[in-house]
């Protein structure tokens, strides 16, 4: 989920307007397949897990719920 910049780490929230909005964090530990997140989220945030190429400030989207788990 992250976007990695020259100058930030964001990643891309989804606004209960349904826009997107880049979110810059402030990245801690890495732990190989998951990172620790100092500042920048909120409990309760949604978060688009794949949006490096197609994520735009303001784009509007249609969420989508992750499957369920067996």
Not at 5 to 30: C, N
Request: net charge negative; charged share 25%.
């Amino acid at each position: 989920a992250l976007i990695v910049r020259a100058d930030s780490t964001e990643v891309a929230l989804v606004r209960p307007d349904h826009t997107i909005h880049l979110q810059k964090i402030v990245v801690g530990r890495d732990y190989g397949s998951e990172v620790e997140v100092l500042a920048g989220l909120h409990a309760g945030d949604t978060i688009i897990p794949n949006a490096a190429d197609v994520a735009r400030e303001g784009l509007k989207v249609d969420p989508v719920p992750p499957p369920r788990s067996r």
